[in-house]
């Protein structure tokens, strides 16, 4: 007969997290297989983002 004790077995947190892990990882695989775009140009548009880069470097060659 077997006395060894089975090992722990893995909490439910642990299972739903990992489940998330996946879940998030294939989203964004199919997003990026789909042609997805990213980056501040999703947000604003070309003119703004130029004005917005223009104003960061007058600032800093003001300080």
């Known amino acids: 007969m077997d006395n060894r004790e089975s090992p722990p077995k893995m909490p439910r947190w642990v299972k739903v997290f990992g489940v998330i892990v996946i879940v998030l990882l294939l989203v964004f695989v199919i997003i990026h297989l789909l042609g997805g775009e990213h980056g501040p140009g999703r947000h604003i548009s070309t003119d703004d983002?130029?004005?917005f880069i223009a104003l960061v470097i007058k600032g800093k060659?003001?300080?």
Do not use: R
């Open 49 to 51: 983002f130029a004005g």
């Open 61 to 63: 060659q003001l300080s």
